[in-house]
């Protein structure tokens, strides 16, 4: 019995080495579209040193003589305020009550500022609105509520209880707030619906922003001009200062109007 034996396989015939093709050259971006990209990154960073150098001459507070203009004027007609109506310097906050660094501000740093310098009569003290829409959408409820409690003659009752974190100012903690500050709660349901101070609280957004400000909170110090309700700026300040910033210059504002 013969086994059935496998085949014989010929070796196949070496093949010749050939060198790897050369890489293709890398594409070039198209002239245009770089010289495009170029003048958008040029207009961006145009567009930040202007709303970085218009902040810088307000805060260091240069006058006609030195900047060639007027000083900016607040105004601060039907603004919530606080302290001496006829004191000579004033304190203007432009705030977001969901701003982390607002809150750290109105925790840590406004109670003394109020004990050394409002509750004494020194300054006058005005809150003015600023939610920043684009990191607290919600924010501007609480702008709201706030507005609507002033309706009520209890601004400050129901400011003091609405810093929070962004989020927190849903419609069922803002009326637990509305009720805990003794609001009329008929009377803010229906202020709350109306939404009728969205109007007011953009606005003074968008003083806020033609005032050099670029984030929250900005405060101003400047001369009360009680008869006109206005507030020539004198100095302004941005971020969450320490304390002894503030009363470095509001001092200084303090002397310059004796």
């Known amino acids: 019995m013969s086994d059935e034996s496998t085949p014989a396989v010929s070796p196949a015939p070496?093949?010749?080495?050939?060198?790897?093709?050369?890489?293709?050259?890398?594409?070039?971006?198209?002239?245009?579209?770089?010289?495009?990209a170029i003048a958008a990154l040029l207009i961006a960073a145009v567009a930040w040193y202007q709303s970085h150098l218009a902040l810088n001459e307000v805060r260091e507070g240069r006058t006609n003589a030195a900047a060639g203009q007027d000083a900016p004027r607040i105004p601060i007609a039907g603004a919530p305020s606080l302290g001496n109506a006829t004191a000579r310097v004033a304190l203007v906050e432009f705030s977001d009550y969901e701003c982390p660094y607002c809150i750290r501000h109105f925790q840590q740093t406004m109670p003394k500022i109020s004990e050394a310098y409002?509750?004494?009569?020194?300054?006058?003290?005005?809150f003015r609105d600023w939610p920043v829409d684009q990191l607290h959408p919600e924010s501007i409820r609480a702008h709201e509520a706030a507005h609507c409690a002033g309706e009520?003659?209890?601004?400050?009752?129901m400011h003091a209880r609405l810093f929070g974190p962004a989020g927190s100012h849903t419609a069922d903690r803002l009326?637990?707030?509305?009720?805990?500050?003794?609001?009329?709660?008929?009377?803010?349901?229906?202020?709350?619906?109306?939404?009728?101070s969205?109007?007011?609280?953009?606005?003074?957004?968008?003083?806020?922003?033609?005032?050099?400000?670029?984030?929250?909170?900005?405060f101003f110090i400047g001369v009360l001009d009680a008869?006109?309700?206005?507030?020539?700026?004198?100095?302004?300040?941005?971020?969450?200062?320490?304390?002894?910033?503030?009363?470095?210059?509001?001092?200084?504002?303090?002397?310059?109007?004796r």
């Not at 070496?14 to 495009?36: G, H, T, Y």
């Not at 009520?152 to 009752?157: N, S, V």
């Not at 007011?200 to 968008?206: G, L, M």
């Open 175 to 196: 009326l637990g707030l509305a009720r805990e500050a003794g609001l009329d709660m008929d009377a803010f349901g229906r202020c709350v619906e109306s939404r009728r």
């Open 118 to 126: 409002v509750k004494t009569g020194r300054i006058r003290y005005v």
């Open 14 to 36: 070496a093949s010749q080495w050939q060198p790897p093709p050369a890489p293709e050259p890398a594409s070039q971006p198209p002239r245009v579209a770089l010289l495009v």
């Open 152 to 157: 009520q003659k209890r601004y400050w009752e």
């Open 198 to 218: 969205d109007d007011a609280i953009r606005e003074t957004s968008q003083m806020a922003v033609s005032l050099g400000a670029n984030g929250t909170p900005t």
């Open 227 to 257: 008869g006109q309700n206005s507030v020539t700026v004198l100095k302004g300040l941005s971020g969450a200062q320490p304390y002894e910033v503030f009363a470095r210059e509001l001092d200084a504002a303090l002397d310059r109007v």
